[in-house]
């Protein structure tokens, strides 16, 4: 069985995998969320789009973002000129979430397999 962190990892994995598919160069930031300085768990570019993502994986209907976390990729992406996402693989399916449609509910920002995310295609989609 996977630990919690070699889980989040190989989701991650598969998530640049994906990005390289849609055409956008992607890599995993190896120890985000271990440095002094906010790195995002993935970065793509396609050269016109860049993008910064959040990356969760769980076994259960919903997943907590915290919100300094959530702020932190909004800073980073800002900075960066990068779209900020949010993307859990809730068991087999991936989910897509921008920061500003989140709900904050209690400490912590909550979406479920359920709530309305947005597409892979959104996510890689050059802005036009």
Known sequence: MATFRAKGSAAERELVTMLWGAGLGAIRAAGSGVSKFYCPDVIASNGNKVI?????????KYQYFDPEQVRQLLEFSRIFGAEAWLAVKFSVEWKFFRPEDLKQTGKAFVVTNENDAKLFSDLTRDKS
């Not at 910064?52 to 259960?60: G, R």
Request: proline share 0%; with cysteine.
């Open 52 to 60: 910064a993502v959040e990356c969760k994986s769980t076994k259960h």
